[in-house]
């Protein structure tokens, strides 16, 4: 699946990945290729993601909008937390 991470700033990943997983705010969830659609509120917190190369990322946000459509996942994050 496609994966976008934006911020109002700037783009801060994009690429495929094979499972990612963030803050929701009623807790943690992962999304894997082919999930249903569905459009979620983030809370501050850790997202994670693999990449197709096996390699494990991890960006953290203070909250944000996860939308999941058609195996491309967009992540709108009101900030990264340093």
Request: hydrophobic share 50%.
């Amino acid at each position: 699946m496609y994966l976008e991470i934006l911020t109002p700033e700037k783009k801060v990943f994009e690429g495929d990945v094979t499972i990612a997983t963030f803050p929701g705010a009623d807790g943690s969830f992962q999304v894997m290729d082919n999930h249903a659609p569905l459009i979620s509120l983030l809370q501050e917190g850790v997202v994670e993601y693999k990449s197709k190369e096996a390699a494990v990322a991890s960006v953290k946000i203070s909250g944000g909008v996860v939308e999941v459509l058609k195996n491309k996942v967009v992540l709108l994050a009101d900030g990264i937390v340093a």
